[in-house]
């Protein structure tokens, strides 16, 4: 594979031997009108967001013991009832979420 570097503008960015210093960039530049520009870098929210909502699901319980207890209490007193047209249905439908039917 050929790399074209024909109308390519030159790399402003330096790797120098052991003690590698890269160029970032952050100098001023010059604009059109004579005046200088300054590289500038903006980030959204988004990141912020997703840690509060990685720490907000990683403190709810894998297990919901509220639930647990709820249908251990109907299978003991037998009136747990299943449903098998909905086991059915969701056995079709493939509702589990498993993709190889296992």
Excluded at 25 to 46: E, H, I, Y
Excluded at 61 to 90: H, K, L, M, N
């Amino acid at each position: 594979m050929k790399i074209d570097q024909q109308g390519l503008p030159p790399s402003s960015s330096k790797v120098e031997g052991a003690g590698s210093q890269v160029d970032t960039g952050s100098r001023p530049k010059p604009s059109s009108g004579g005046t200088s520009v300054q590289d500038q870098a903006q980030f959204s929210s988004l990141g912020a967001t997703a840690s509060q909502l990685r720490s907000t699901l990683n403190s709810v319980p894998e297990v919901r013991q509220d639930r647990v207890d709820y249908y251990r209490q109907q299978i003991a007193s037998g009136s747990y009832t299943v449903d098998p047209q909905a086991v059915a249905g969701a056995i079709l439908n493939d509702q589990g979420g498993n993709q190889d039917g296992h």
